[in-house]
């Protein structure tokens, strides 16, 4: 078995070292609901592959642009993605391109202010 250290592995992003962002199971409703649908997970799982906008994601989970719009407002209320950019479709129309955040997200089990606990656990076990 690995150690934590593998599951909660720093990623640069941008030349930046970006620290898993540790959110406790108590205080994750939010980030649970946005995630219950498996097209919002499909959803996710496309823009960790390749940045795009809605009428993009929408072909390429397969489902509806209404669909999509409705789990990318869920995601990015929920903090899991953000708009990045404005791309211009071939009729002229604005289109915002969605990414997913740029921090790894860990859910603890326990009570909310562990988080720092566990960053230090898997500081010490790397």
Request: aromatic share 4%.
């Amino acid at each position: 078995m690995g150690t934590m250290a593998s599951l909660l592995p720093d990623r640069t992003v941008d030349g930046h070292e970006a620290t898993p962002a540790c959110v406790s199971l108590t205080d994750s409703d939010e980030i649970l609901d946005a995630l219950s649908s498996d097209t919002a997970r499909k959803v996710l799982t496309a823009l960790h592959e390749e940045p795009a906008p809605a009428s993009d994601l929408a072909e390429r989970v397969d489902t509806s642009l209404q669909n999509v719009n409705h789990h990318l407002a869920q995601l990015q209320s929920a903090g899991l993605i953000d708009n990045v950019d404005t791309w211009y479709s071939t009729k002229g129309r604005e289109m915002d391109v969605y990414a997913p955040t740029n921090q790894p997200l860990v859910m603890v089990a326990g009570e909310s202010g562990n988080e720092e606990t566990l960053r230090r656990w898997a500081n010490a076990t790397s």
